[in-house]
C-alpha cells in the first residue's frame, strides 16, 4: 500500500476540518496548488451554500493568477484498498459547467448567482486564461477508470460551451480527478523547487560554456523552441515547480507580452533569439559530453510565460533558439535568492516589490510577539505554515482599507493598494500597528464564519437568516460590512471613538475569542441587510450609494442604542479606544 505523506499534515488541520467536513480536503488541495495564504477566507467567498448549488461544491475566481476552480468533493468513509470514487460525481460537473457559462442568468439560482457573474466577469475582463473543472475525493484516482472517461467527456463539452459562450477568448478548460496521488503530488511540489527528476537530453545549438561560483554552478546555451515547446506540452505546469507564477496566458492581464511571443514564434522565428530574454532553469545537475547536454531533474524559474506563449503558439515549421541558462545549486538560501532576483524584472505580485519596505519590516517584526499569528508582509519565503492563523497580505490591505471608510476601492482594487504610492501609504501609515490589524482581520474573519454558520443549516435557516445568507454572497458585501460597522461603532457601543486607528483589543493573544466577540456586532449590522443591498447592486461600486446607505443604518443604530448596551458588553470591556 503505497505511503502520503500529505496525509499526516492535512490530519493535523483540525480547524479546517472541523469547520468545513466534506469539503475539507477540497479546500486543503485549493489551498496547495495555489499557494493560499488564508483559505478560511477563500472558503468563505468559494465555498457555495450546498442547498440547489446546481452541482458545484465550490466556485473560486482568482483574478491574479487568470484562474477559476469549479470543483465537486466526495468524502468516502472509512477507506479500503481498492475504493472507487463514484463516476457519477464526476459527470455532474458537466451539469455544473452548464450553469457557470449560462447565457440568461436570470435561471442561474440565487444560491450560486454572484459566484457565476463574478466568474463570468472575469472572463469577459479577459482576466482568466484557465478555468479548472475538480473531481477532488479521498482516494487513489487509478482505481476507477470511468471516472477519467467522464473526466475527458467533460473537458470536450466544457471547452465547446466557454468557446461559444464568450465567442473564443482564448480560454482554456482543463478536468482532472483530484484524488490522493495528485494531492500527494502537489504537497511535494510545496515543500520541494525540482519535482520532474527525468533525466533529459537538451536540443541546443551545440554551444555553450560554463560559470560557477563558490556555491552555484551554470551552463549557458541556446535552446530549441520545438523542443521547449514538446517538453511543456508533456510536463505541463510542474515545469514552473520552482516559479512564483505558471503561464498566464495572452489575455489582456499580460498587456498582450505572450500574444506578442506568440506573435514572434509565428512571424519570425530566425529574430526570437534575439527579441526574447530566454529562460532560467534550476536542474539538480547537468553533463556535457560528446556535443550532448544533457540535465537531470528540471523547473523553470524565470521564463515561465515565454515557455507557454510558445506552447500556445502554432508548431513552427522551422526550428528557433532561446537564449537559456541551466543552474545546479543545492544550498536552500541561495537557491531562494536566485529565485527572488531572477523574477525582480517579471510582472509579479506587487507586494513582492513592497516586501522590504521599512512598514512591512516593522510589522513582520512586530507580529512575532504573537507566536500564534503569522504576517509575511508580501515576503514570500516559500515555508509552508501550520498551526498558526496566517494574515494574508492582501486581505489585510483590503480589511484596513475598508474599515477606514474605502469599501469601494478595497474590493475593486486588491493589487492597486499594493501597487499605487497614494493608496498604499494611506494603509500601511505609521501609526499602523499589529494591534489595529489583528482587530481589523478578526472582524474579516468574523464575518467568514458568520456566512459559513448561516450555509450549514441549509434548510433550517429562518427567512431573516435567509436574508443574510443572500446579503452575504453579494459581491463586496464583505468589503462593505466591514467599512459600515466601522461607521456604526461609536452609535452601536455609545462610546465616543477619537481616533480609528486606535482601535484594538486590550488582549490580542486568542483570536478565536475576538472573531468571537465580533460576531455579536455583526449579527446587529445585519439585522438591516435590506437597508444595505442597494450598495451592492451590481457589485460593490458606487461610493455615493455607499455613504447613503450607511447613513440609513446609522440612525437606525443610533435609535436602538440604549437596547444594544446590556447586549454587546462584553465586546465593549474587551476594546480599547487608546
Known amino acids: 500500500m503505497k505511503t502520503f505523506t500529505f496525509l499526516s499534515d492535512y490530519e493535523g488541520r483540525n480547524e479546517l476540518k472541523e469547520k468545513y467536513g466534506d469539503n475539507s480536503l477540497m479546500l486543503y488541495a485549493l489551498q496547495l496548488r495555489f499557494d493560499i495564504d488564508d483559505i478560511m477566507s477563500v472558503a468563505s467567498e468559494a465555498l457555495t451554500d450546498g442547498h440547489n448549488d446546481k452541482k458545484c461544491d465550490l466556485i473560486f475566481t482568482e483574478r491574479e493568477l487568470g484562474i477559476a476552480v469549479v470543483a465537486q468533493a466526495y468524502n468516502k468513509k472509512n477507506v479500503q484498498d481498492g475504493d472507487l470514487a463514484p463516476s457519477n460525481k464526476a459527470s455532474d460537473l458537466n451539469a455544473a459547467a452548464a450553469w457557470i457559462f449560462a447565457s440568461n442568468i436570470s435561471e442561474v439560482p440565487e444560491q450560486i448567482k454572484e459566484s457565476v457573474l463574478d466568474l463570468q466577469d472575469a472572463i469577459k475582463n479577459e482576466e482568466i486564461s484557465t478555468i479548472y473543472f475538480w473531481y477532488v475525493h479521498n482516494l487513489v484516482e487509478e482505481n476507477n477508470p470511468e471516472v477519467k472517461k467522464e473526466m475527458n467527456t467533460l473537458q470536450v463539452a466544457a471547452q465547446k460551451l466557454v468557446d461559444t459562450t464568450f465567442n473564443n477568448k482564448g480560454i482554456k478548460v482543463s478536468a482532472i480527478e483530484v484524488g490522493k496521488n495528485t494531492i500527494e503530488k502537489w504537497y511535494v511540489t510545496s515543500s520541494r523547487r525540482i519535482t520532474i527528476d527525468d533525466d533529459i537530453l537538451v536540443a541546443n545549438n551545440g554551444f555553450g560554456y560554463e560559470i560557477s561560483s563558490e556555491k552555484w554552478k551554470a551552463y549557458v546555451t541556446a535552446i530549441s523552441g520545438k523542443w521547449l515547446r514538446k517538453l511543456y506540452l508533456e510536463k505541463g505546469d510542474d515545469l514552473f515547480s520552482g516559479n512564483p507564477r505558471n503561464y498566464l496566458g495572452k489575455g489582456k492581464r499580460k498587456k498582450n507580452i505572450n500574444s506578442g511571443i506568440i506573435n514572434s514564434v509565428q512571424e519570425e522565428p530566425k529574430n526570437f533569439w534575439a527579441y526574447n530574454n530566454g529562460i532560467t532553469a534550476l536542474v539538480n545537475n547537468y553533463d556535457v559530453a560528446d556535443g550532448e547536454f544533457t540535465?537531470?531533474?528540471?523547473?523553470?524559474?524565470?521564463?515561465?510565460?515565454?515557455?507557454?506563449?510558445?506552447?500556445?503558439?502554432?508548431?513552427?515549421?522551422?526550428?528557433?533558439?532561446?537564449?537559456?541558462?541551466?543552474?545546479?545549486?543545492?544550498?536552500?538560501?541561495?537557491?531562494?535568492?536566485?529565485?527572488?532576483?531572477?523574477?525582480?524584472?517579471?510582472?509579479?505580485?506587487?507586494?513582492?516589490?513592497?516586501?522590504?519596505?521599512?512598514?512591512?519590516?516593522?510589522?513582520?517584526?512586530?507580529?512575532?510577539?504573537?507566536?500564534?499569528?503569522?504576517?509575511?508582509?508580501?515576503?514570500?519565503?516559500?515555508?509552508?505554515?501550520?498551526?498558526?492563523?496566517?494574515?494574508?497580505?492582501?486581505?489585510?490591505?483590503?480589511?484596513?482599507?475598508?474599515?477606514?471608510?474605502?469599501?469601494?476601492?478595497?474590493?475593486?482594487?486588491?493589487?492597486?493598494?499594493?501597487?499605487?504610492?497614494?493608496?498604499?501609504?494611506?494603509?500601511?501609515?505609521?501609526?499602523?500597528?499589529?494591534?489595529?490589524?489583528?482587530?481589523?482581520?478578526?472582524?474579516?474573519?468574523?464575518?467568514?464564519?458568520?456566512?459559513?454558520?448561516?450555509?450549514?443549516?441549509?434548510?433550517?435557516?429562518?427567512?431573516?437568516?435567509?436574508?443574510?445568507?443572500?446579503?452575504?454572497?453579494?459581491?463586496?458585501?464583505?468589503?462593505?460590512?466591514?467599512?459600515?460597522?466601522?461607521?456604526?461603532?461609536?452609535?452601536?457601543i455609545g462610546v465616543k471613538i477619537t481616533d480609528s486607528w486606535n482601535m484594538k483589543f486590550k488582549d490580542c493573544s486568542d483570536f478565536d475569542k475576538l472573531v468571537d466577540l465580533w460576531k455579536q456586532i455583526i449579527s446587529v449590522i445585519l439585522a438591516f441587510n435590506n437597508s444595505l443591498l442597494p450598495a451592492l447592486d451590481g457589485g460593490l461600486k458606487n461610493k455615493e450609494s455607499v455613504r447613503n446607505v450607511t447613513t440609513s443604518v446609522k440612525s437606525i443604530v443610533l435609535a436602538i442604542q440604549t437596547m444594544l448596551k446590556e447586549q454587546l458588553k462584553d465586546f465593549v470591556n474587551a476594546i480599547s479606544l487608546i
Open 295 to 492: 540535465i537531470h531533474g528540471i523547473t523553470i524559474i524565470n521564463g515561465a510565460q515565454t515557455t507557454g506563449a510558445i506552447s500556445e503558439a502554432d508548431e513552427p515549421n522551422e526550428d528557433f533558439y532561446i537564449p537559456s541558462r541551466f543552474i545546479i545549486c543545492h544550498d536552500s538560501n541561495v537557491i531562494e535568492a536566485i529565485i527572488n532576483n531572477n523574477n525582480k524584472q517579471n510582472e509579479i505580485l506587487p507586494s513582492d516589490l513592497r516586501s522590504n519596505d521599512k512598514q512591512q519590516e516593522r510589522l513582520r517584526g512586530d507580529f512575532q510577539k504573537y507566536p500564534a499569528l503569522y504576517y509575511n508582509g508580501g515576503r514570500r519565503d516559500n515555508k509552508t505554515i501550520r498551526n498558526k492563523e496566517v494574515f494574508d497580505p492582501y486581505l489585510v490591505a483590503q480589511t484596513i482599507l475598508a474599515y477606514h471608510g474605502d469599501c469601494v476601492t478595497a474590493y475593486n482594487e486588491k493589487t492597486i493598494i499594493w501597487d499605487d504610492d497614494k493608496l498604499y501609504n494611506s494603509v500601511f501609515i505609521d501609526q499602523l500597528t499589529v494591534e489595529h490589524i489583528i482587530y481589523v482581520y478578526a472582524l474579516s474573519r468574523a464575518i467568514d464564519e458568520y456566512k459559513i454558520m448561516l450555509k450549514d443549516k441549509k434548510e433550517t435557516r429562518t427567512e431573516s437568516e435567509n436574508e443574510q445568507m443572500l446579503f452575504l454572497s453579494k459581491r463586496g458585501s464583505k468589503m462593505l460590512l466591514i467599512s459600515v460597522v466601522s461607521e456604526c461603532l461609536e452609535n452601536i
